[in-house]
């Protein structure tokens, strides 16, 4: 369950900074004052992406202190 959140997570990231830059192209072009809305998809995507790094440094830590366990380590 829980890498099917990761891998749909990374997709809903990925699909943000699209939307994203899509809008931000298009707001010059026509005209558009997107700022908030464009900081707020920046926010959402920077929040999942931290998730997703910092799960990873969890799983690499928790794999570092099986290891000295192992070993007899601290």
Known sequence: MKEKVKKISKYVVNGLNFINLVL?????AWGWHIDSISKSIIVVAGAI?????????FEE???SDEYDIEKGED
Do not use: P
Request: proline share 0%.
């Open 24 to 28: 931000v192209g298009l707001a010059e």
């Open 49 to 57: 992406s931290v998730y997703l790094v910092s799960g990873k440094l």
């Open 61 to 63: 830590k928790e794999e």
